[in-house]
C-alpha cells in the first residue's frame, strides 16, 4: 500500500488534518490516499453539528463513540478526513461543512471541483 504523493488541492504540501482524534485513511492524521483508499478519504472538513446528524441520519454515525475502533466520536469543531463522495453528497443537501484547502488531497479534485471547495474553505486567505 503505497501513499500518493502528499499534495494538498492547491499544488502545495498536505497539512495535518487532525490528530485529536486521529483522522485519515492511514491514521496518521493526513488526509492521504492510495489505490486501496475506496472511498477516497480526501477531504479535510471542519465539522459541524448539522453535518453530522446529517451524516448519522444517511448511515454513516461519525459522532458517536466506537470504543472498539479506538474512536471518540466527533463533536463540532473537529477536523475530519472525509470520502470525497460523501463530501460531495452533502453538498447536494446543502449540509456540506466547510473544508481545509491546505489539509485537503489533490485527488479530491477527481470528484469535487475546486470552485466548488473554495466556496467551503476555511483557509483561504
Known amino acids: 500500500m503505497n501513499k500518493n504523493e502528499s499534495i494538498n488541492v492547491l499544488g502545495e504540501e498536505l497539512l495535518l488534518c487532525g490528530d ?13 490516499t ?6 477516497s478519504h480526501t477531504v479535510c472538513i471542519q465539522a459541524t453539528q448539522d453535518f453530522l446528524e446529517y451524516s448519522r441520519f444517511i448511515g454513516n ?4 463513540p466506537n470504543p ?9 469543531g473537529d477536523s475530519w478526513c472525509l470520502c470525497a463522495a ?4 452533502a453538498y447536494k443537501k446543502n449540509m ?3 473544508v481545509y484547502l491546505t489539509k485537503t488531497h489533490i485527488r479530491s479534485l477527481e470528484i469535487i471541483p475546486l ?7 476555511v483557509d483561504l486567505n
Do not use: V
Open 20 to 32: 485529536d482524534p486521529i483522522t485519515g485513511f492511514f491514521r496518521d492524521g493526513y488526509c492521504n
Open 34 to 39: 492510495c489505490n486501496e483508499d475506496m472511498g
Open 61 to 64: 454515525d461519525l459522532s458517536t
Open 68 to 76: 472498539d475502533f479506538g474512536f471518540q466520536g466527533l463533536k463540532e
Open 86 to 89: 460523501r463530501w460531495l453528497q
Open 96 to 98: 456540506a461543512p466547510n
Open 115 to 121: 470552485e466548488l471547495l473554495k466556496k467551503f474553505a
